[in-house]
């Protein structure tokens, strides 16, 4: 019984640990990717773009910490979106490092796809206790 209630009440810090670390690697891509773009309407698209998927991020590491299914997915979205993003990023200057860039995106793709696959998979396993053994909404909230 005491693993079962580790199980049920433990946080989902390792998922939402990760959807953090991608907060921290896309902060890191947009400060770079902004600083060396030519001003014009497209480094207003680039940050709220960034704003967006960091509000977003940020939402989905609280939920998926409490297991939410539908935030997990979120997060897998995302990370799909993120990765979509470097398609849309406009040319950088000559001395940006175009390629280290690329690799702190992908980076932080892979981060937030894992996190969110993962507590998807914990999450589901967490119901599935719950509603094996006849838990409560109740008892979960006390």
Same mark, same amino acid.
């Given at each position: 019984?005491? =693993? /079962?209630?580790?199980?049920?009440?433990?946080? =989902?810090? #390792?998922?939402?640990? #990760?959807?953090?670390?991608?907060?921290?690697? =896309? %902060? /890191? &891509?947009?400060? &770079?990717?902004?600083?060396?773009?030519?001003?014009?309407?497209?480094?207003? /698209?680039?940050?709220?773009? *960034?704003?967006?998927?960091?509000?977003?991020?940020?939402? #989905? *590491?609280?939920?998926?910490?409490?297991?939410?299914? @539908?935030?997990?997915?979120? #997060? %897998?979205?995302? $990370?799909?979106?993120? $990765?979509?993003?470097?398609?849309?990023?406009?040319?950088?200057?000559?001395?940006? @490092?175009?390629?280290?860039?690329?690799?702190?995106?992908?980076?932080?793709?892979?981060?937030?796809?894992?996190? $969110?696959?993962?507590?998807?998979?914990?999450?589901?396993?967490?119901?599935?206790?719950?509603?094996? =053994?006849?838990?409560?909404?109740?008892?979960?909230?006390?």
């Amino acid at each position: 019984m005491k =693993n /079962i209630e580790r199980v049920i009440y433990e946080k =989902n810090k #390792a998922g939402a640990g #990760a959807i953090f670390l991608f907060i921290i690697l =896309n %902060i /890191i &891509y947009s400060i &770079y990717a902004i600083k060396d773009m030519q001003v014009d309407y497209q480094v207003g /698209i680039q940050v709220l773009i *960034a704003i967006v998927s960091l509000l977003l991020g940020f939402l #989905a *590491a609280v939920k998926v910490e409490r297991y939410s299914i @539908p935030w997990c997915y979120v #997060a %897998i979205v995302i $990370g799909v979106l993120q $990765g979509l993003r470097v398609l849309f990023t406009p040319e950088l200057s000559e001395e940006s @490092p175009v390629f280290l860039l690329n690799m702190v995106l992908l980076i932080s793709v892979l981060t937030v796809i894992m996190g $969110g696959y993962y507590s998807l998979k914990l999450s589901k396993a967490r119901s599935e206790l719950i509603f094996k =053994n006849k838990i409560s909404e109740e008892t979960l909230r006390s």
